[in-house]
């Protein structure tokens, strides 16, 4: 992984997709969280769910603040670590907000669907207006509540629009159970599932998968 995607990425303020991710979860499953940050996901998951938490995380200081919560997660590359698991050996395998920050997305995404009977992948939308706005209009790289961080500085090394990933999951034979599209307040954008429109207006979004 290249240095600047050793950096944990900065999520947006609003972090409605844990929520949405954590109602995707079945009660009592068995959970790995790929690039678990500070654990929060981990931690919703463990106390509304009762899942068997587990996590990847690259940094150590993230690392550190998941085992202070009594969480179980290893330190690890999800470019590199995910092939040493057996198949199907989680019922979930969840990236939130971290795909667009790994090096090889496509090997990524499959090895999750390998691991695991389900994947759940929450990603920023890169092809939002006002991301397109701030590129059209202004010629410099966008920067939002959604999108806070300078090109200079952002872990994302691959900028992925809803109809992209849409794309890349049709590519590797994945088959998506549910996209929910959401805006930088959380809200759901009904009745855009699949279109254009998505791909315009969101934000955000997560997508549940199977293989």
Not at 141 to 153: A, D, F, G, Q, V
Request: charged residues 20%; negative net charge; proline residues 5%.
């Amino acid at each position: 992984m290249s240095e600047l995607s050793q950096l944990t990425p900065k999520p947006p303020r609003d972090r409605s997709d844990l929520q949405l991710i954590c109602n995707m979860v079945a009660e009592g499953s068995k959970v790995l969280d790929v690039g678990c940050g500070d654990g929060s996901l981990l931690k919703m998951l463990s106390d509304r769910k009762n899942v068997a938490a587990r996590g990847v995380e690259l940094s150590q200081a993230g690392v550190n603040r998941c085992v202070a919560q009594g969480l179980s997660v290893v330190q690890g590359d999800a470019d590199t670590d995910l092939e040493t698991y057996p198949n199907k050996s989680f019922d979930y395998v969840i990236m939130s907000h971290t795909i667009q920050a790994t090096d090889r997305p496509k090997v990524v995404l499959d090895e999750m669907l390998r691991i695991g009977r389900q994947g759940i992948v929450s990603f920023p939308n890169f092809a939002h207006w006002l991301v397109r706005y701030q590129i059209a209009m202004k010629g410099h790289m966008p920067l939002s509540e959604n999108l806070p961080i300078p090109w200079y500085e952002t872990p994302n090394v691959h900028f992925c629009s809803i109809k992209d990933f849409r794309g890349l999951a049709n590519e590797i034979g994945a088959t998506v159970e549910q996209e929910i599209a959401f805006d930088g307040e959380g809200r759901q954008l009904t009745g855009l599932r699949g279109g254009a429109m998505a791909n315009l207006m969101a934000e955000r979004a997560v997508f549940l998968l199977s293989k």
